[in-house]
Structure formats: structure tokens, C-alpha cells
């Protein structure tokens, strides 16, 4: 059984749990290491560097114009995949920074959690799940 001693305080308050230098996962609690993406066997995107959890084997890309900082927490091959869904539905329905700003507030809303804990980055299975399904309405819908 794998250890989930953040699953509770992740699902309270994303952002609290949210270390942009993980040296520990977020998830299992195992050591997280820092490296090229190559160096631990993964196809390189983004900045080209990650955080990967030595335990569990989850991994989170950092930022292009910030390489030392992670996008989120550490995600599963599949949490990584819903992270990218949510984003392709997500960036399609709005124009400006005010309107994303104001789409996160909504969808945060939807969700039932804090505004500054509505980033795909800091969210978990469950959540995204959640997330796709009321993109995927708002988008049938026009928002």
C-alpha cells in the first residue's frame, strides 16, 4: 500500500503543501531528486529538468524561464495526462489574464476549493477528473 501522508492537507490547502524545490514528495513523502530529464530516463519538455520522487517514481517539469522551479507536485504518468487535458480545455476559453483569472475563480467555485488551490499543478487524480468534467460542460455549454 502506498504511503499518502499529504492526501489529507493536499485536499484542505494545495497551495500549503505546493514547494516550488521539492525536496521531499508531496504524495509518499519520499526523497525527491533534481536533474535533467534525460538523466532519469524522460523525454525532454519544457525547461528540460524535473523533480522526481525516488520512491514513487512521480515527476513534475519546471518552468522554461525558471528551470529550478517546479510546475506543481510531482504526478503520476496519468495525473500528468489529466494535467495536460485540463489545460487544453482550460486555455481555449479565455483571452486575456483577467478572463483566465476570472475562469479559475469560477471553475474553482465549481470544485468547491480556494481560489489559489485551483491550478491543475497542485491537483491529484480525484480532482482533476472533477476538473474535466466541468470543462468538458462548460465547453458543450459555451462557458
Not at 489529507?8 to 494545495?14: I, N, V
Amino acid at each position: 500500500m502506498e504511503k499518502n501522508i499529504a492526501a489529507e492537507k493536499l485536499k484542505k490547502r494545495r497551495n500549503e503543501t505546493f514547494d516550488p524545490r521539492p525536496t521531499r514528495c508531496a504524495v509518499c513523502g519520499g526523497t525527491v531528486l533534481y536533474g535533467k530529464m534525460t538523466d532519469f530516463g524522460i523525454t525532454p519538455f519544457q525547461s528540460g529538468y524535473c523533480y522526481i520522487c525516488s520512491d514513487c517514481g512521480r515527476y513534475v517539469a519546471t518552468h522554461q524561464n525558471k528551470p529550478k522551479e517546479a510546475h506543481g507536485i510531482p504526478g503520476t504518468s496519468e495525473e500528468r495526462k489529466l494535467r495536460k487535458k485540463c489545460h487544453d480545455l482550460f486555455d481555449k476559453m479565455y483571452s486575456s489574464f483577467s478572463e483566465r483569472d476570472h475562469m479559475y475563480y469560477k471553475l474553482s467555485k465549481e470544485l468547491n476549493i480556494d481560489k489559489e488551490d485551483c491550478h491543475f499543478g497542485y491537483m491529484q487524480k480525484e480532482d482533476l477528473l472533477a476538473a474535466i468534467k466541468v470543462l468538458e460542460r462548460w465547453e458543450n455549454n459555451g462557458k
